[in-house]
């Protein structure tokens, strides 16, 4: 879980950080360093969760990976369907883009508690 709030620190320093930087001519090499540290940090959380998933029983295991794999599946179905409608001109408003890891979040935990019920 820290790795998490790592994570997330360091990418609202990605994402705020540089537009402190009172030198304009720095502000390019801020932001570079902090998607940089933002990546890092990144890759350090997935080698974390990656060692985490292999210390979880099978049974855990295994309802971890199906609610991930359910999330992926959402991700890429709802993605892309948005994305072909978006260009088809269908949609009529732009939706923020922090929606998507929000609902993914949603699609998760529920797909979670579903394996844990479908499991008992």
Excluded: C, E
Excluded at 21 to 43: C, E, H, K, M, Y
Excluded at 58 to 86: C, P, S
Excluded at 100 to 113: D, I, S, T
């Amino acid at each position: 879980m820290l790795w998490v709030f790592a994570w997330l620190a360091t990418l609202a320093t990605a994402r705020f950080g540089p537009g402190f930087a009172r030198d304009s001519q720095q502000q390019p090499a801020a932001s570079w360093a902090a998607v940089v540290a933002n990546l890092l940090v990144g890759t350090a959380w997935i080698v974390a969760f990656m060692r985490f998933l292999r210390a979880l029983d099978d049974l855990q295991r295994k309802i971890m990976q199906d609610a991930l794999a359910a999330t992926l599946g959402v991700g890429w179905v709802v993605g892309f369907a948005y994305f072909v409608a978006d260009a088809a001109g269908l949609v009529t408003r732009d939706l923020d883009v922090a929606l998507f890891p929000a609902f993914l979040g949603v699609v998760y935990m529920v797909a979670f508690a579903v394996g844990r019920i479908r499991y008992r």
